[in-house]
């Protein structure tokens, strides 16, 4: 059995190794939304320090369950929406900088908003995932595809 000093010092060598392994390659958790309305339109927000249309989302708080973080995000950028319940259809890597964001998708269908206008987000529009409008991201003109074809997702967002 181990001392309570051999317990102690691996606690913190492992502390240690898992603070080193944080620091050589950072990953952030997001979540983001694939709001679908009952036209099988998709909503897209334009973000007011991002450029083009994007999927609502963002980051996943440190211990924020990650269906929490999306509501959470979705209160902060939409406003209300109504659907059924969120579905998780993706898991994707996106590099950003010298980070690596992994990003969660949750698809909600039968949506209604009510937007309310806000410091982060400047507008919606629901688009038909099959000609999404100009300036959309390319990682969200991805993710509209893959929905309109019904075809599985890629790996990198």
Do not use: C, Q
């Not at 319940?85 to 990003?103: D, H, K, M, Q, Y």
């Not at 982060?120 to 991805?142: H, N, W």
Request: aromatic share 6%.
């Amino acid at each position: 059995m181990l001392s309570g000093i051999n317990v102690l010092a691996s606690r913190l060598a492992l502390n240690a190794m898992m603070t080193v392994k944080a620091l050589r390659a950072p990953v952030a958790l997001g979540a983001h939304a694939l709001i679908v309305d009952g036209d099988g339109k998709v909503l897209l927000a334009r973000h007011s320090y991002m450029a083009g249309w994007s999927l609502p989302g963002g980051g996943v708080g440190r211990g924020e369950p990650p269906l929490a973080a999306l509501k959470r995000e979705l209160r902060e950028e939409i406003g209300t929406v109504d659907s059924s319940a969120p579905e998780l259809i993706g898991v994707f890597s996106r590099p950003s900088g010298w980070a690596t964001n992994v990003v969660l998708l949750y698809r909600l269908s039968e949506a209604s908003v009510t937007f309310t206008p806000n410091v982060e987000v400047r507008e919606i529009l629901f688009a038909d995932p099959k000609s999404p409008p100009a300036g959309t991201a390319a990682g969200t003109r991805r993710r509209l595809a893959e929905f309109a074809s019904k075809s599985p997702p890629a790996l990198i967002w």
